[in-house]
């Protein structure tokens, strides 16, 4: 079943803007906390942002990102946004939005099948 889908990625040039989707089921959306992971080719995946479902939808950010990426949910539509800003080559990588079954727990258990961002010098 498919329970996350990413959409958005893309070629962009650097110093550039992208903005990526993540919908999710209603389910997954309105009990669990989701976030953006990313894998660079050859590289282990990495976290990207957090936001949770409680306490006040808190944020938290990778600092290779804080201050250029910006996540942000659409509750009307079951989805979330990565909001990229300033983007470098570094930033190219597979993007893939995540969901938590447990709160307390730090694995992300669901995960979408990805969405390819590149980014040219």
């Known amino acids: 079943q498919v329970q996350l889908v990413e959409s958005g990625g893309g070629l962009v040039q650097a110093r550039g803007s992208l903005r990526l989707s993540c919908a999710a089921s209603?389910?997954?959306?309105?009990?669990?906390?989701m976030g953006w992971f990313r894998q660079a080719p050859g590289k282990e995946r990495e976290f990207v942002v957090g936001?949770?479902?409680?306490?006040?939808?808190?944020?938290s950010y990778a600092d290779s990102v804080k201050g250029r990426f910006t996540v942000s949910r659409d509750n009307a539509k079951n989805t979330i946004y990565l909001q990229m800003t300033s983007l470098k080559p570094e930033d190219t990588a597979v993007y893939y939005c995540a969901a938590k079954s447990t709160q307390f727990s730090s694995v992300y258990d669901i995960w979408g099948q990805g969405t390819q961002v590149t980014v040219s010098s």
């Open positions: 936001v949770r479902r409680w306490s006040g939808g808190s944020t």
């Open positions: 209603e389910r997954i959306f309105s009990n669990y906390d």
